[in-house]
């Protein structure tokens, strides 16, 4: 391994606007995972601006530093004791001063989130409108600002470099400087512990009203979002428990733990269809607050198959659905809807099912095959876990602790403007000589004269 003696150690500061809490969101628990993973190599500072009562607290490590509710004076200190900047993707809004001081700057592009909002404000044009353009505005200020960004998936590396070329950031000199465009944008997935989760304490069987020890437990481990489905599986669930009345189904967490986040409108009407349904706390259940980060193993643990559905769209397409990854560290055979990657991933190793968007007949009959078939359980079970052995935070990191051990600064970015005559003049000729430069010459006197 690369090593670096405690004196020569760079500093690494990654900023989040989420709350560092007991309680942590997918953004949070990248920056945070991340900055863990630096911290073997680095001085690291985890930081967020979001004020919480019960910070996280990791196991003491003296070259990782967690500052959660950290003034915006705190954060431009740290920021310039630091060699490396580490942000997400909307953190130069109310801090822009980051992008000016002149520090090797990673933006994290794993949240691909222009297309959740399409779907966030779908119902209400004048938001939707308004968001849209804000923060559109502000990704690109991040994009530009850049010395390398990450994502999670060769997918979604395709779409980003798409924005960085229509952005003009992906030019002639950023090719000449690397061809590949590895050091413009790379991927780095979510990842997971490379320890197994443990159980430590029964949350669920035998604890929640209504489900008894020897239930069988489907566990959706996310937040209920406006782009995500899980009407098609109460729907599904309504039909299941006219033969299986021991098969149940599990929200984990309801309210976001970041207090800028509403409880969307789709969870709402999740709870309201279990409620129309008759299924409400007898075989559909909502946790209300969300499950603390340390506490997740529990509930993983706990079930017999992870649940997770989407809806046909643009966000689908390029998401990378984080909780669908502890799913895998547990080593739980998963339902979800087929159209994302890791759904693809899911159906094509046989880790469980990928099924069709918004049908309720085979989320049905999927759901009584999971937990009617031991042997297909099994089958599922084994190569989901083999499948999270290939996702540790310790593989995932790697290009970017590459990136930390030899900042490079990007070729400034130029707007992209039209060429003079006299510099296509210069293109015509050094492409090809005199005899080209005379063919094209009336062409050129025509934008000449305009």
């Not at 592009?109 to 353009?133: G, I, K, N, V």
């Not at 603390?292 to 706990?302: C, I, M």
């Not at 078939?373 to 190569?383: G, L, P």
């Amino acid at each position: 391994m690369w090593q670096m003696s405690p004196e020569s150690r760079r500093k690494v500061l990654c900023i989040t606007l989420e709350p560092l809490s007991e309680r942590m969101a997918g953004p949070a628990i990248r920056c945070f995972e991340l900055g863990k993973q630096l911290a073997a190599e680095f001085y690291v500072s985890v930081a967020s601006t979001c004020a919480v009562e019960k910070p996280y607290a990791p196991p003491a490590n003296e070259f990782l530093k967690i500052q959660a509710g950290a003034s915006k004076s705190k954060i431009y200190q740290l920021a310039s004791e630091a060699d490396v900047l580490f942000i997400q993707a909307n953190v130069l809004k109310p801090l822009p001063g980051l992008a000016d001081m002149g520090k090797p700057l990673v933006v994290d592009l794993y949240d691909p989130y222009l297309f959740s909002l399409l779907a966030q404000y779908s119902e209400d044009e004048a938001t939707a409108s308004s968001s849209y353009r804000l923060m559109h505005q502000v990704l690109e200020k991040h994009m530009l600002a850049a010395d390398f960004s990450i994502c999670a998936s060769e997918k979604q590396r395709d779409y980003w470099l798409g924005r960085f070329c229509s952005l003009g950031r992906l030019s002639p000199k950023i090719c000449k400087f690397d061809p590949t465009l590895r050091k413009l944008i790379d991927v780095v997935p979510f990842g997971l512990p490379s320890s197994p989760p443990v159980h430590k304490k029964n949350v669920i069987k035998g604890v929640v009203p209504g489900i008894s020890e020897t239930d069988k437990v489907l566990l959706w481990s996310g937040g209920i979002w406006d782009w995500f489905d899980p009407l098609t599986i109460i729907r599904a669930m309504a039909e299941v428990r006219k033969t299986r009345v021991d098969v149940k189904l599990f929200f984990m967490g309801l309210k976001s733990p970041n207090p800028q986040v509403p409880l969307m409108p789709m969870a709402v009407k999740a709870q309201k269809l279990a409620q129309e349904l008759g299924l409400l706390d007898n075989t559909v259940f909502f946790l209300e607050e969300w499950v603390r980060y340390e506490e997740r193993a529990d509930y993983l643990l706990e079930s017999d198959a992870a649940v997770t559905a989407h809806f046909d769209s643009i966000e689908t397409r390029f998401s990378f659905r984080t909780r669908i990854l502890d799913n895998f560290w547990a080593s739980l055979p998963i339902i979800t809807t087929a159209g994302d990657p890791l759904a693809e991933l899911i159906q094509q190793r046989g880790a469980g099912l990928a099924l069709p968007y918004q049908d309720a007949a085979s989320w049905t009959a999927a759901i009584l095959k999971l937990t009617g078939d031991s042997e297909f359980n099994k089958s599922c079970r084994d190569t989901s876990g083999l499948i999270g052995s290939e996702f540790t935070w310790e593989s995932s990191v790697k290009p970017l602790l590459e990136f930390c051990r030899e900042p490079h600064r990007l070729p400034a970015h130029e707007k992209v403007t039209m060429p003079s005559v006299l510099e296509r003049a210069h293109a015509v000729y050094s492409r090809g000589g005199k005899d080209l430069f005379l063919k094209r010459s009336r062409e050129l006197l025509k934008d000449m004269l305009k």
